[in-house]
């Protein structure tokens, strides 16, 4: 990746990734076995707290898909998916044969709206489709609205996935996102706070769960000298090599959070004085983001007419990358068929906002870059 331009979000590396990489070569764990992965998985279990279990796998996505299946989800079945967030979140369902019913955001947390989740299970159950499972999302960072969406999934005892992509070492009222959901994923994708070049987790409340999963992620064999298989198995694992980089990582991921919230920070000072925008930040203290993106909106009436698009055309011409937000799963020409319950709060956030860069790899000079195209962006 080029040093001249300004990346939303990219690799970062700590240093001794290379060291625990030589490891595996210096000992041949070059598989998808061996003390990194065994290592990777102990480190991020004692971050995550809460007495959870981690399988490290080959991709957030990945995870997802594994997560549905431990939960039963089948051919012809339907599963709950907040609509504003990456199509990954929504895919697994589709890869096994079932429909996903997408939920729109609330404007606090830009995630699943309560209001519009319940609803959606109230309808369905009155058409005889209980849905199997919802998939709650923690954008850019920030939690969703735990207590409401965990205390609507236990009322109608629908079990939660919690996808924490974007949210290693967030948390809500002290506790680490990645430890709500009935199961919960993680990402180490190139973009993300920390990343083992891809790669992703599983985090279970049992060691049976744990245990399930890494056995279908490795080609459900059975226990035989010869190789048996009794189910449908995955090529799923992650790499010791991979899970050499990440150990390096989580010696600085605590590092990476303080400078993206710097980068927060940073953006909160930038748009003080510059009216119609508004950073997206913490609804209230219960709230601790780690601000893997930061964001924006605008209201373009009160912006000197900018909008976001215009915005991000103005900072691709100096060779600064921002990215509008997730577009919502419910407009996706892949899914117009689904089902939808909700107003127009993802979608107007869509329209209105733009993703800034905000790697914890930017330096003093990237920030004046930065801070030079938007004031003349919005001529200040
Ligand atoms: C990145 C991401 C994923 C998928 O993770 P991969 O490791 O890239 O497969 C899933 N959900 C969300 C919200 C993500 O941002």
Known sequence: ?????????????????????????????????????????????????????????????????????????????????????????????????????????????????????????????????????????????????????????????????????????????????????????????????????????????????KNKAVFLSTQARDNAPHYQHSEIGYNYRMSNICAGIGRGQMEVLDQHIALRRAMHRFYVDLFKNIPGVTVFSEPNSDYFSNHWLSCVVIDTTKANGVTSEMMRLALEKVNIECRPLWKPMHLQPVFSDCLYFGHTVAENLFTNGLCLPSGSNLSENDRNSISNAIQSVFRV
């Open 1 to 209: 990746m080029s040093n001249s331009k300004i990346w939303l979000s990219s690799p970062h590396m700590g240093g001794n990734e290379q060291k625990y990489v030589q490891e595996a070569f210096d000992t041949n764990w070059v598989a998808p076995l061996g003390p990194n992965v065994s290592g990777f998985e102990q480190d991020l279990e004692n971050y995550l707290g809460e007495a959870v279990h981690v399988g490290a796998l080959s991709s957030g996505t990945a995870a997802l898909h594994l997560a549905l299946i431990l939960l039963g989800v089948k051919n012809g079945d339907e599963v709950i998916c907040q609509s504003m967030t990456f199509s990954a979140s929504a895919n697994p369902i589709v890869y096994l044969g079932a429909t996903p019913i997408f939920i729109d955001s609330e404007p606090e947390t830009w995630n699943m709206c309560p209001v519009a989740l319940e609803q959606a299970i109230q309808d369905r159950i009155a058409k005889g489709k209980k849905p199997k499972a919802i998939i709650g999302v923690h954008l850019y960072g920030m939690a969703f609205k735990v207590d409401e969406i965990t205390a609507i999934a236990d009322k109608y005892e629908i079990p939660l996935v919690e996808d924490s992509a974007e949210a290693l070492g967030s948390t809500y009222k002290g506790r680490k996102c990645g430890t709500f959901g009935n199961l919960s994923i993680l990402s180490f994708n190139g973009n993300k706070i920390i990343t083992t070049s891809g790669g992703g987790a599983i985090v279970t409340k049992t060691l049976e769960q």
